[in-house]
């Protein structure tokens, strides 16, 4: 069965700092891979997507994505956090089939201190 | 300004009652998708429905019916048998449940259920 995992609950950063939010996934085919940011009380919204191709994918906001096949992860990266980065993000992956299904991670919140 | 609509944004519910959330999008998308957000728990597929006139059960449908006699619309009702409600649900869409992987969803901004 696919499945994503995000392993930390809770991840802390100073303002200027790098940041990474990990995921890894399985699944037994070929992985579609998102993150998606949550605010307070608000719906989420599309960061950026793997499809195929390059590793490296650049979403909104900075964000950018590694792709790894063989240690199944899709880490959230950024070179420089800002404290508006502060939310809830999550980790999904594409349900084999047509449903159209994502499974989504847990997620892990996000603390940019000034 | 295409997207979807979630009401209400804050419900409560007394024990026994049925309550209805609403959804609706104006996307044209065939795709919704209702899913229920516990803290620490990620996001839970309570039904899903890839075309009009039909729907399906995802991982926690008990307690919870839907209907999709409209494209547009795709309302889930909170029954009396949902024994734990209090939540935070969220209604997606997708154009083409074939092709998420290149347009993944848009999601409406939430109804947060309390009972009270």
């Known amino acids: 069965a696919q499945s994503v995992a995000q392993p930390e609950d809770q991840v802390n950063v100073a303002e200027g700092n790098p940041l990474t939010v990990k995921c890894t996934y399985s699944v037994s085919g070929n992985p579609y891979l998102f993150w998606y940011v949550q605010y307070p009380n608000r719906g989420l919204q599309f960061l950026l997507k793997y499809i195929t191709g390059d590793n490296l994918v650049k979403g909104s906001y900075g964000f950018e994505a590694e792709f790894n096949k063989s240690q199944t992860s899709f880490h959230l990266k950024k070179p420089s956090a800002l404290v508006s980065d502060s939310a809830l993000y999550f980790c999904?992956?594409?349900?084999?089939?047509?449903?159209?299904?994502?499974?989504f991670g847990q997620g892990t919140t996000l603390q940019v201190k000034p | 300004d295409g997207g979807i609509t979630q009401s209400p944004k804050y419900l409560f519910r007394k024990e026994g009652q049925n309550v209805t959330l609403s959804c609706e999008q104006n996307?044209?998308?065939?795709?919704m998708y209702w899913y229920r957000q516990d803290p620490g728990q990620g996001l839970r597929l309570i039904y899903y429905s890839q075309i009009v006139n039909d729907f399906q059960k995802g991982d926690i449908a008990e307690g919870y019916s839907v209907s999709r006699e409209k494209k547009e619309s795709f309302p889930l009702t909170v029954t009396s048998a949902q024994k734990n409600p209090t939540a935070f649900y969220l209604c997606?869409?997708?154009?083409?449940?074939?092709?998420?992987?290149?347009?993944?969803?848009?999601f409406g901004s939430g109804t947060r259920l309390t009972v009270v």
């Open positions: 997606a869409s997708t154009p083409d449940p074939r092709a998420v992987f290149l347009y993944g969803y848009t």
């Open positions: 999904a992956v594409r349900e084999e089939g047509n449903t159209g299904k994502l499974i």
């Open positions: 996307l044209n998308h065939d795709a």
